[in-house]
C-alpha cells in the first residue's frame, strides 16, 4: 500500500513540475480576457488602453508593444506584480501578459 502511495505521490509532482516547464499549451482566447481584466483593475487601464492592447494581441505584438501603451507608473506596477509572481503569467500575474 505504501508503494502505491508514494508512486502516486511521484506521478503527481512530475505532472506538475511538467505543466510549469513551459510545455503547456498557449493560453486559451477566454484566459486572455480574463487577463487583461485583471490587467485593467490592477494597472487602472483607461478604456482606449484596453482597446490598444486589444489590438496589439490581435496583431500578434508581445510584451514590448503592450509596455509603450502604459504610463510609467503602470509599468512600475506590472514589473513588481511580475517579480512578485516569479515572472509567471499565469494567474496573476494581475497583469498581463506579453
Known sequence: MKNILMISALAGSLLAAAAHTGTASPPSE???AQRL???QVHLQLSD???AQIQQ???DGGG???IRAVLTEDQ????????KRHGG???GPAPTEDE
Not at 509599468?75 to 511580475?82: I, S, V
Request: negative net charge.
Open 30 to 32: 477566454e484566459e486572455r
Open 37 to 39: 481584466e485583471r490587467m
Open 48 to 50: 482606449e488602453q484596453v
Open 56 to 58: 496589439i494581441r490581435a
Open 63 to 65: 510584451r514590448d508593444e
Open 75 to 82: 509599468q512600475a506596477k506590472l514589473d513588481e506584480a511580475r
Open 88 to 90: 509567471k503569467h499565469n
